[in-house]
């Protein structure tokens, strides 16, 4: 007859008598899926017996799986005065609610004495730190349900009167050996076939003698379904969805640009620190971009020099033309915004971006040498500093952020300009600037009403959403943490 290596695990461990799933598992050394394959194959080949009875069977709750792995609050609050000796209650490192319930079970463990001083009751060590039968039940139950026929019966009353248990009825399996498979001569299986190839039966070249198991294409096996969308698809699709009920329109960009589009168009000086090559990016081929649109240029170059037609007096110094036509990975999608602007002049205007953007930044918890931005403008003759604000609430209210608050900043394409913070727990986290465009950047184009423009960081507030502290999970392909977070 021909065996899997599994199903020879499972005979094996089934010489000692009948057993149950996870005794199964554990004496073979298998997983419990693989256990009850490789028993259903058994059965189908007449060697094994699988009884199925409905039982009671008795789990732990949150609580109790919280104590599992971290011991129970008496074990550890007498593993704490024997260490540091007789303190009040109140003294020691456990929670609220521990400290409500400990003193009882230190007593009736016999942890401790009590003794009644001015300012309350005291705790003694008795040096006892035996494990009471409540302790290894519960770290068996955090691992397995066990039937109840089977539960030790003083850690389960113990268990049971401090409301740590779950019960709940599952089918109750048993395998055992058939009169078949108690006849099956086991000897004949120390020759098993081979089911796995290893470096050691390659070299000692022993695979020669060895009988290797055949491929069952039509075996049967649990579909998995392992296609997840990433989180930060979601969160885009969600911010997608939001800004379109809101009345904008997506546009989108290319992640190469040039200087201009990225810098210039938006009135940042030439020599702002931004545009250092510890900054940003710059593409070595192609290293430039020819700007042919003369006039932008000229009205742009105007602008920095001395603040053409407007009333700004400009950056005060020469603008080079060179600087302006390198090419460079887009640091922000404001330069898509801009784009936008400078073919589309006439309001109302409520467009919206989702984009990758580049920064030479260091790679560490917070910080990621690409980013997604969350991008939009409105342009209206009636649009105000108010409804900018407004409008940003309305968006992280939609994301789950009910709290936003804005705090004054400086952006060289906006006058007055802002950073936005959402709370989360106790702390506010800065997830983005904001404001509205300046006259320098309006000019050049031909738009005389105010444009409300945002620039939001998506990765950050997934972080909070996910309540990862580490940006660079986001960015891993760790398929168990990603099938978790769905
Ligand atoms: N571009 C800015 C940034 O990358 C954000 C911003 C966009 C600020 C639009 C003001 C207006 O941080």
Redesign the pocket.
Known sequence: MDLSPNEVKILKALQSGTLSPSEASMASDLGEKETMSAASWLRSKGLVEISEKSAVFYSINNEGRKYAEEGLPERRAAEWLNQFGDAPVEDLPLDEDEKKVVVGWLKRKNFVELEKTETGLKLIPTGNLDETPDEPLLVLLNRNPIPEKEIGKEGFALLKGRQLIETKEEVDRKFSLTVEGKKFDIKSLEDALVGELTPEIIQSGSWKDKDFQKYRLDTHAEPIDHATLHPLTRFTEEIRAIFLQMGFTEIEGDYVESAFWNMDA?FIPQDHPARELQDTFYLSEPASFVINDKETLNLVKAIHEDGGETESTGWGSDWSREIAQQALLR????VG?IRYLSEHSEPPIRVFSVGR?FRREALDATHLPEFT?V?G?IVEPEANFGMLIGVLKEFYRRMGFPDVRVRP?Y?P??EP??EVEVKFGDSWLEL????I?RPEVTAPFGIDCPVL?????LERLAMLRLGIKDIRMLYQSDLQWLKETV
Do not use: C, D, K, R
């Open positions: 938006l640091t922000h999608t404001t915004t953007v931005q991008e403008i900043a952006f394409y906006t300009s802002m983005g600037g904001s404001g465009f423009a945002w620039g939001l960081g």
